[in-house]
């Protein structure tokens, strides 16, 4: 997942841009919104994992299922 990606997601789980210049890339959310986020994550990574799964079962090459974090 790239930096774009987990920032959709958060604006998407509720967070807000920090109103403080300084803190450009700070971002603020209510208590409820980081549970959401983490769903949000989870849900993208299964379908990470679903798509490079199926990418293996068409092709029977194991290079799509390397480690996720390695990515």
Same mark, same amino acid.
């Given at each position: 997942?790239? /930096?774009?990606?987990?920032?959709? !997601?958060? /604006?998407?789980?509720?967070?807000?841009?920090? +109103?403080?210049? $300084? #803190?450009?890339?700070?971002?603020?959310? &209510?208590?409820? %919104?980081? %549970? /959401?986020?983490?769903? #949000?994550?989870? *849900?993208?990574?299964? $379908?990470?994992?679903?798509? %490079?799964?199926? *990418?293996? #079962?068409?092709? +029977?090459?194991?290079? &799509? !299922?390397? %480690? /996720?974090?390695?990515?």
């Amino acid at each position: 997942m790239t /930096r774009d990606d987990i920032i959709k !997601l958060a /604006r998407e789980a509720g967070f807000e841009d920090h +109103s403080n210049p $300084e #803190l450009w890339d700070c971002m603020i959310a &209510p208590y409820n %919104a980081i %549970a /959401r986020f983490a769903a #949000l994550v989870a *849900a993208a990574e299964r $379908e990470a994992c679903r798509r %490079a799964f199926d *990418a293996y #079962l068409l092709t +029977s090459d194991p290079g &799509p !299922l390397r %480690a /996720r974090g390695n990515a």
